[in-house]
């Protein structure tokens, strides 16, 4: 993988996971309104308990990162190791941005 597809790819991780768990914020929060609970707290426990399910979307599903990982490891190529294991910090990081922007938005501690 060179580099221009690695910028690629950890730029499209990042905004995956930044864009899930936002929307499923946003959406949720719509939700919790039309059935009469309170929005904002309901957005603030979503933004805690989507943030694993964003990175798991960005990055394309559990299987495949660890299999490009073991691939890594048995072919002896530690390059690709750490480029997988940059493009999941990358959708942690947008997953965790958008938490940051929930919480903020709510006001409220998570």
Do not use: Y
């Amino acid at each position: 993988m060179d580099f221009r597809t690695f910028a690629t790819m950890a730029i499209m991780n990042f905004c995956i996971a930044f864009g899930v768990l936002m929307g499923g914020c946003f959406i949720g929060g719509i939700g919790a309104f039309l059935v009469s609970r309170p929005p904002l707290s309901e957005m603030n426990n979503l933004a805690t308990n989507m943030k694993i399910w964003a990175v798991v979307t960005a990055i394309g599903g559990t299987f495949d990162a660890i299999e490009h990982l073991e691939k890594g490891f048995l072919d002896g190529t530690p390059s690709e190791v750490v480029k997988h294991l940059l493009l999941i910090a990358s959708a942690m990081t947008g997953a965790h941005t958008a938490t940051m922007i929930v919480h903020w938005f709510t006001q409220q501690e998570p």
